[in-house]
């Protein structure tokens, strides 16, 4: 069953603790995507990776980082640098370089208090 | 850099009416456009995509126009059904870079 998975659903933290939220794929798709959605919202760009080992900042990388060490795998850690954790986080994987189309993982849902 | 805005933030329609949605973008270079739905507490769905060399492209009940010229698409969507009923995001690719801009969304309402 090919798809993108995110783990966990929903996820709680206390602020100032830093949180990995995972991010896996099993289409073989070279690039993947992780943006944040916020109530009313639309998606902005956190981060992205066309090729294993390298990545790029989106629009609001700052308080995020990431890793690319698998092509199945970009899991995102946010710090206790970032000012407003709470939001829902949704990973996104795309075919290669000829392909435009982005498909997106289930989200989870960062609760920081 | 691209900035794509998406008009109306809301929309209610009864069932079997048709249902348009539309988006502007500015950077005139841009090649394609995805439309996705997303169901509350779910991902986005990618439900129908245009290149810029395509006027006009359908896929059963759902349909996409591009305006290049006026650097406007738009979504349609005829007979509509209650299963309808989602938030729906219009992106255009940034020139040079393989990610999407998204507009802030659509919230369709269809009542029985």
């Known amino acids: 069953d090919g798809g993108i998975t995110q783990s966990p659903k929903y996820l709680f933290r206390k602020e100032g603790q830093n949180v990995t939220l995972s991010c896996e794929q099993n289409?073989?798709?070279?690039?993947m995507y992780w943006y944040r959605q916020d109530p009313g919202q639309g998606l902005r760009l956190i981060y992205y990776s066309q090729i294993v080992n390298d990545f790029q900042k989106g629009d609001i990388a700052e308080g995020y980082s990431v890793s690319r060490e698998k092509k199945e795998s970009f899991p995102l850690t946010v710090t206790s640098a970032q000012k407003n954790p709470t939001a829902f986080y949704l990973c996104?994987?795309?075919?290669?370089?000829?392909?435009?189309?982005?498909?997106f993982g289930p989200g989870t849902r960062l609760t920081v208090t | 850099g691209e900035n794509v805005e998406q008009h109306p933030s809301t929309l209610s329609v009864q069932e079997g009416d048709s249902a348009v949605i539309k988006c502007t973008y500015s950077d005139s270079a841009s090649n394609y456009f995805p439309w996705y739905k997303q169901e509350l507490g779910k991902g986005p769905q990618l439900i129908i995509d245009?290149?810029?060399?395509?006027g006009e492209k359908k896929d059963q009940r759902i349909a996409v126009t591009l305006n290049k010229t006026a650097k406007h698409f738009s979504l349609h969507i005829t007979e509509t059904q209650p299963e309808d009923s989602a938030v729906y995001f219009c992106?255009?690719?940034?020139?040079?870079?393989?990610?999407?801009?998204f507009g802030t969304g659509t919230r369709l309402l269809v009542s029985p």
């Open positions: 992106a255009a690719k940034d020139t040079g870079f393989q990610k999407l801009v």
């Open positions: 289409l073989n798709h070279d690039a």
């Open positions: 245009i290149r810029s060399n395509v």
């Open positions: 996104a994987s795309r075919p290669g370089h000829l392909s435009y189309e982005q498909y």
